[in-house]
Every structure is written in C-alpha cells, then in structure tokens.
DNA sequence: AAAGACTCCAACCGCAAATGG
DNA sequence: GCCATTTGCGGTTGGAGTCTT
C-alpha cells in the first residue's frame, strides 16, 4: 500500500539482524499464522516464535494496525467522522480511548485522520486546531453536515438514523457504526451543543448515553452522564427544519437557498464577524449528493476563502 | 511530459504505565 | 521495594502515490 516507512537505513537486514521498514507478505503470513495459533501477547516472545526478525513492538503494531482480522478498511464515514469529531472535542487526543468506540478502526488510522483531515481544515482556516474557535466551528457547521449526511444516507435506505434512534438503542454493522450519542437529543439541544461548545457560553459535550464497543449498542453510563437531562428521543422540530432546508441545495451542485435559514433558532453558534457567517449567508453551500461515503471536507467549509 | 507540491498513512520513536521476577 | 521487561499510547516521519502547474 501507500505510504512507506520511516529511517529505513537499510531496506534489508540491519547489523543488529532485526528488519526494519515495510513488512513482506511472508513475514505478514508468519506472523498472522503464528497468532492464529497461538494468540497474542508476549510480543517478543510471539517474535521469535514466528521466525520473524522483528521487534516484538513492531509485530504488535503490525498485528494491531494492519493483520487483525477485525480491522476495518477504507474510508471513515460520516458516522465515524462524526463520532470522531464529537468523541475528540470530549476526550482530546486520546485516540485510542476514541478507537474503541469505532469498532475495527485503529488509533494510528483516527489518529492520521485527524491530522490529514481535521487539521488541515483548520490551517486552511487559519485556525488552531486546538482553539476554541475551531472547536466552535466544528460543532456549528461540521458536525450538522455530517448529520445531514447520514439522513439523506439514510432517506435513500428508506429507513432514517434518527428513526432508528427513537428506540433508543441503535445496533451498528461493521459498516454503520454506532451514531453519536449527541443524535439522540432533540435537534434542537444538538447543535445548541454543538455549537455552544467552546464557546464563551460553553458547556461540555452531551452525552447522556454512551457508546457500548462491545455490545454496539447504545447504552446509559451513569458516570458519563453530564447534562441536557431534557434530552428525548423525539424528533422533528423546528431545527430539523431549518437542517432539512439547508439540505434543499439543488443536486447540480447550485447555491444552497440558505434564505430565511435562522442561525439563532436553530441554535447555530453565531460567530461575531466571522467569515463562516457571511459565507453563509451568501448562499455559497455546495452540495453535491453524488459523492460516494468518503465525505468531503471541502463541502464542509464553504465558507473557507 | 516533466517537475514540483501535496496528500496519505504505515511504521517508527520516546515515554510512561503495567507486569513479572 | 527494586529492577528489568513488556505493553500501550501519542507524536512524528518520510516515501509512494496523486495532483497541479
């Protein structure tokens, strides 16, 4: 695949015999076969045992990021983007704290998806990626494109996420991830969350309900539950269609018709003079609903100069 | 077509925590 | 309790592939 390895001073055997670098597909046989045999743990024990010249840590990494046969390939999808984004602005960068709530994705792959992606929005914004302002305008205006992504993915499988949400428990696929816990709230408190985190105004992420890795359903943790105790099922209001009518962009990839959308009702952070306001209100949202499930970042930030 | 810039991501590193003797 | 080893985590790197000029 892509990428290759770091400080390879010798593509081959280096003096102290241990290899280095890119792993074979004989070496990815080995140690594959060996686990299978013999399960995992003991790295450099596992090491010797499969006849590889490697370091234990290497084989663990290799195991964990590439072998394991769980591991999830090919694009995040907006649930996982989503979860991700939510799960960050809550956690920081504990990766894999956020991995194991995306089952058979890896910290190393959230983890480069936040820096390739994630952060090079906030360049092009010339923003910290770590600020509060970016923060901000994640959860104003990302995170409700991914929303609105997953419902007209699922609009198109006759069957909505939200719908699926009122009873309460949600079973992920290796596919369709568990959704974020914050969708289980009125729209309204959602990107009131959204968009009030981090700001001056701010409160935590909401997360009356988390996200069970093992079970994949979504399930009540008494200790992570932190606020909007009026958060319900219930669906439908005046947010959703406020969304549903940013949603109403033309399929040719045409201005979105943002007229009369109510940033303050819907509980849009507003952003003082921010550039991301006037963008918008210029009715500069492309929307392209041909895109295959590798959201585009580009479309999320319209108001990017 | 070629060259340079950019993107992606596998695999490395260092450090800290956990575990074992 | 001490030391050595192992495991796990987060940060970083750099080469291959892709895009742009």
Redesign the pocket.
């Known amino acids: 695949?892509?990428?290759?390895?770091?400080?390879?001073c010798n593509p081959g055997e280096e003096e102290s015999g241990l290899r280095?670098?890119?792993?074979t597909l004989e070496e990815d046989t080995s140690l594959t076969h060996y686990i299978s045999r013999q399960g995992e743990?003991?790295?450099?024990?596992l090491a010797k045992g499969a006849g590889l010249k490697r370091t234990?840590?290497?084989c663990?990494?290799?195991w964990l990021?590439?072998l394991k046969p769980d591991i999830k390939r090919g694009n995040l999808t907006p649930q996982e983007q989503l979860l991700i984004l939510e799960l960050h602005s809550k956690w920081g960068?504990?990766?894999?704290?956020i991995a194991a709530h995306l089952p058979g994705r890896t910290?190393?792959?959230i983890?480069?998806y936040w820096?390739?992606?994630v952060q090079?929005e906030a360049r092009h914004l010339n923003i910290e990626a770590n600020s509060k302002r970016f923060l901000d305008a994640v959860r104003s205006y990302w995170m409700p494109r991914l929303v609105q992504k997953m419902e007209q993915a699922s609009y198109s499988s006759s069957s909505t996420i939200l719908d699926s949400l009122d009873n309460r428990e949600v079973r992920s696929t290796p596919s369709n991830p568990p959704v974020p816990n914050s969708l289980l709230c009125p729209p309204e408190s959602r990107f009131t969350h959204y968009s009030n985190l981090g700001s001056e105004n701010s409160c935590s992420v909401t997360s009356p309900y988390l996200l069970s890795t093992n079970s994949n359903t979504i399930s009540q943790q008494p200790d992570e539950i932190l606020e909007t105790p009026s958060c319900s099922p219930l669906l439908g209001d005046s947010v959703c269609n406020n969304l549903a009518r940013m949603g109403t962009c033309n399929e040719e990839g045409s201005s979105c018709d943002m007229d009369g959308f109510d940033l303050a009702s819907a509980g849009m952070g507003t952003y003082g003079n921010s550039p991301f306001e006037c963008q918008m209100a210029g009715g500069d949202w492309v929307f392209d609903s041909t895109e295959d499930t590798l959201w585009n970042m580009d479309d999320m930030w319209p108001f990017r100069a």
């Open positions: 695949m892509l990428g290759a390895r770091k400080r390879i280095r670098g890119p792993w743990g003991r790295w450099n024990m234990g840590k290497s663990r990494l290799r990021n590439y960068n504990r990766w894999s704290k910290d190393n792959e983890k480069n820096r390739t992606k090079k």
